[in-house]
T-cell receptor, first 114, second 111 residues
Framework: DQQVKQNSPSLSVQEGRISILNCDYTNSMFDYFLWYKKYPAEGPTFLISISSIKDKNEDGRFTVFLNKSAKHLSLHIVPSQPGDSAVYFCAASAATDSWGKLQFGAGTQVVVTP | EPEVTQTPSHQVTQMGQEVILRCVPISNHLYFYWYRQILGQKVEFLVSFYNNEISEKSEIFDDQFSVERPDGSNFTLKIRSTKLEDSAMYFC?????????FGQGTRLTVV
């Protein structure tokens, strides 16, 4: 039951350039989308979220774009820094899941090279 | 900055033994969760807890699993009789608004 999909298992980007991470979903009832960053042996760290009534949300170097018609969202990180090397998870929550359960994608490993 | 704390960081147990994983959520949060991540797989929802009762549980959360919030601060996950396939990272999370905040996880190894 893969309602949230991250089709790119890995991404390599040069320091200073833009990282673009993609996420697709199938459940049209999702109304909040979140991005988490995870280092090895640590828990996921919340980065940024977006409501389904918006198409863009920006926080510092992180911008999330939502295309509801395509059921697609992306996370842009610019400029990329070595400390951004981590696994990034897309997650979604549905209003029908009123207790805020998150459905996670499989994650994308980002490596930022000098 | 407030954070979710989990203990222990690593637990090794024999198959069939009971384990209790402990969590202290962020103090003003209202919703509590357990998730797990089997090595190489995605983070999976186990259970949500609100107003001192389970609000939702996944298929994974069978009769061997239970949760408690015994004293208003701790939030525990008990596995009554562990199986080899229970080996995973277990994450506690809590939230008050839309974003859930996760603890650093407990690595459970069942041998």
């Amino acid at each position: 039951d893969q309602q949230v999909k991250q089709n790119s298992p890995s991404l390599s980007v040069q320091e200073g350039r833009i990282s673009i991470l993609n996420c697709d979903y199938t459940n049209s009832m999702f109304d909040y989308f979140l991005w988490y960053k995870k280092y090895p042996a640590e828990g996921p760290t919340f980065l940024i979220s977006i409501s389904s009534i918006k198409d863009k949300n920006e926080d510092g170097r992180f911008t999330v774009f939502l295309n509801k018609s395509a059921k697609h969202l992306s996370l842009h990180i610019v400029p990329s820094q070595p400390g951004d090397s981590a696994v990034y998870f897309c997650a979604a929550s549905a209003a029908t899941d009123s207790w805020g359960k998150l459905q996670f994608g499989a994650g994308t490993q980002v490596v930022v090279t000098p | 900055e407030p954070e979710v704390t989990q203990t222990p960081s690593h637990q090794v147990t024999q198959m069939g033994q009971e384990v209790i994983l402990r969590c202290v959520p962020i103090s003003n949060h209202l919703y509590f969760y357990w998730y797990r991540q089997i090595l190489g797989q995605k983070v999976e929802f186990l259970v949500s807890f609100y107003n001192n009762e389970i609000s939702e549980k996944s298929e994974i959360f069978d009769d061997q699993f239970s949760v408690e919030r015994p004293d208003g601060s701790n939030f525990t996950l008990k596995i009554r009789s562990t199986k080899l396939e229970d080996s995973a990272m277990y994450f506690c999370a809590s939230r008050v608004t839309i974003a859930a905040f996760f603890g650093q996880g407990t690595r459970l190894t069942v041998v």
